[in-house]
Structure formats: structure tokens, C-alpha cells
């Protein structure tokens, strides 16, 4: 609504694809099988430590016209794209049927202009995708969200001045994935994979990974507001008390009689979380640990660790 139709923004880039989960019916153990023809392609790979597996269907298409919530129709469209088809094409297509979950969408990356509007701000995907081909949406969402929050936070209430920090500072990231999702999308279907481009894929395509990883800058948020104030006004200070936890704690802290009245501030930090041991990245190490001072590897997260303080 704040941007106009999304049309002016979504670039397709000329693939759709499927993904739904099925049994590991294969028995792969931590791998994957790839069944490519020209402009399409069905793989399957291994899950939740193999106890389960995804299977994608992908084609080269230009815009079609179909019902995005309508799941029916997208099964059709694979259907009809994949008839006749060999390798285990058959059999997926029924697994397609009895999946739980199933997902279909063009690939597409969103440019923009700009990622703000008034008091309207966008982040991720919505803003700046750029396309499953690229394999650092995550990434960036991570990232714009870091610096989203860290430029809110510092800027004493200015929004204007902190979307445009936090714009500058994202833009060439994202056009450097950009450029990345369309190349993949360009070299998605290669007329016959050898093992080895195969093998160069699966370590992550070494000469597309950064040297270096990300520099994020560290932010000192400001105080929090006086929370009698939140309270009078019943508005949710960091957006998580809600009026009635912030009632108990002003009854909690009311000074007594003759006492100083108000919390000083000066010199407040906030408390940040004991320091990090340097060890791979697990989700719950992410998690856990804060968000300031966490160096990325865009594409190996498992690589993801805690930068020297
Ligand atoms: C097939 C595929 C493979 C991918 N592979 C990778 C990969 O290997 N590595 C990688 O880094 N990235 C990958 N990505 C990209 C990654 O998934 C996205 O970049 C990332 O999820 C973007 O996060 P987001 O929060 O911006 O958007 P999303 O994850 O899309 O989250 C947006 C949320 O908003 C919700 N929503 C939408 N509209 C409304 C509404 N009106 N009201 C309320 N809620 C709403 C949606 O339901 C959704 O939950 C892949 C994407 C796809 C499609």
C-alpha cells in the first residue's frame, strides 16, 4: 500500500520451482540426487538428519498466469510440466500429492528505489529479495534486521535518519546478491553437470564465497523510556511488557517517601550476555548469543562464529 503495486518491483527470473517434504524413501544418507533434462530439473535431498526428505521440481517458464493461493492449480502446473518424465519423476509427483507441506513460486528478486516510505520501512524479502538462486536471503535478513534495529536504536526517535543509515549501509551487500541471483539463475540449468561442477556446488561454490566476512558495526541502544510514562500511556516499551507487567514493576520500584523520585540514567548500559566461546555455529548458539559482534559467512553458516571482543 505505501509502495504501489508490486509489479513495479518483482523482477522474475524465468524459473519457477516446487518443494514439499516426503519420506526418505531413497535412503539417502546426508545427500542428494539430481534428475536434469533441458529447462527442467526434480531433485531430492535428505532432511532432519534423514529421517525425512525434500523433493523439488524447478522449470525454466516466463510469467505464468495462475491463482497464487490456490495450490491446486500449482500441482497442475507441475503435473503437466513434468508428464512423461523419467528417473523417479513418477513416483514424486505422487509423494507431491500426499505432501504435508508444498510450496510453489516464481523466482524472483524485488528492486527498489528505496526501502522506506514515511514511517514505513521494509526489510528482507519484501524489500530486497534477491532470489533462491542468490542463497543469501537468510543472510540478508539477518543482517537488515541487525542493522534496522541497531540504527532505530541509536538514533534518538529520528526514523528518517535511521532508514536512510540503514539503506546506505545495506545497498551494495544486496546489490552484490543481486548479481549473484541472476547469474544462478543464468547457470540453473547446465545442459549436462559433470561430477565436478556437482562436487563444486555442494562445497559451496568456493570462488563465490567471501574472503572476508561481514564488519557489522556495534550499537549502544538508548536508555528505555520512563516506564510510569509507558504505563500512563499503555504503550509497550522494547515491545514486550505489557501494561499489566509494567504496573507491578512501577508498583515494585515506587520509591519510598523522601527518596530520589526517578531512575538516573546517565551512564546506563545495557547488560549484554557473558562473552561467547568461539566454537561452530548451531542454532542454538545463535540463539543465544547477541546480536551484537556476530561476524557472518554468508554462505557457510555453519561457519558463523563470535568475532574477538
Ligand atoms: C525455494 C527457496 C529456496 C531458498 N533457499 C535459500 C537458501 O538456501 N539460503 C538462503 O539464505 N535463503 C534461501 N531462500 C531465501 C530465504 O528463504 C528468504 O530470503 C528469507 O526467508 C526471507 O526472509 P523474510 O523474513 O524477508 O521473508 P519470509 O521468510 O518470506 O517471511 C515473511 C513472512 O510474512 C508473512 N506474511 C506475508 N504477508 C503477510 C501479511 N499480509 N500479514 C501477515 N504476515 C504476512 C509470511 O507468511 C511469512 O511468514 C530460499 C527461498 C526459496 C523460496
New binding site residues.
Partial sequence: MAFGPEEQYVRHLGIY?A?FNLDNYLGLQNTGRLYATPGKAANVFTDRGNTEARA?FHFTADHLEYDRRDPASHKRIITERFAGEGWEVPRLLKERDAAGEF?F?ANAQVVMDSWSAGRVVL????GY??G?TS???????LIGAYLLAGELATRDGDHTAAFAAYEQQLRPYVAEHQALGHEGAERFFMPAPTQEVLDMLAANAPENTRAEPVRLPDYTPAPPPDRRRSLRTGTRPHGRRCRRSARADAAAQKPAAGSSPAPNWAGWQPALPPRFPQRPCTRSVLRAAPTTHIRFHPYQTNRTERAPQ
Wanted: some cysteine; overall charge negative.
Fill in positions: 520451482t518443494i523439488a510450496f513460486d526489510l528482507g524479502d519484501a529479495c534477491a533462491p542463497g543469501r536471503g537468510t543472510s540478508q535478513v
